[in-house]
Nanobody
Framework: QVQLVESGGGLVQPGGSLTLSCAASGLPFSSYVMSWYRQAPGKGREWVADIGTDGISTNYVESVKGRFTISRVNAKNTMYLQMNTLKPEDTAVYYC?????????WGQGTQVTVSS
């Protein structure tokens, strides 16, 4: 049974930082491209960033470039999202996503709220 479990969300002030984690189990983690998505209230789900199986190739949506860093530790079956200089518009439920040819899995999400 595949499980993706996000953690690390919470309430933070504008300009603050948070680090999200996604712990994977039940799948060969190192062979999956991993991504973070988010969904703000009343909006559709938005892709935020992804990282290749090698942990080197990364891509980001323009709005988070220079502020967010995606990483993974294959030996720990875990992916991270370091979020700095957070803005109120970053408020959303953040989801972990794993994909490989013909397969994809989602986590249950973790809430991030940026507010003073």
């Amino acid at each position: 049974q595949v499980q993706l479990v996000e953690s690390g969300g919470g309430l933070v002030q504008p300009g603050g930082s948070l680090t999200l984690s996604c712990a994977a189990s039940g799948l060969p983690f190192s062979s999956y491209v991993m991504s973070w998505y988010r969904q703000a209230p009343g909006k559709g789900r938005e892709w935020v960033a992804d990282i290749g199986t090698d942990g080197i190739s990364t891509n980001y949506v323009e709005s988070v470039k220079g502020r967010f860093t995606i990483s993974r530790v294959n030996a720990k079956n875990t992916m991270y999202l370091q979020m700095n200089t957070l803005k109120p518009e970053d408020t959303a439920v953040y989801y972990c996503h794993a994909r490989k040819w013909g397969y994809e899995y989602w986590g249950q999400g973790t809430q991030v709220t940026v507010s003073s």
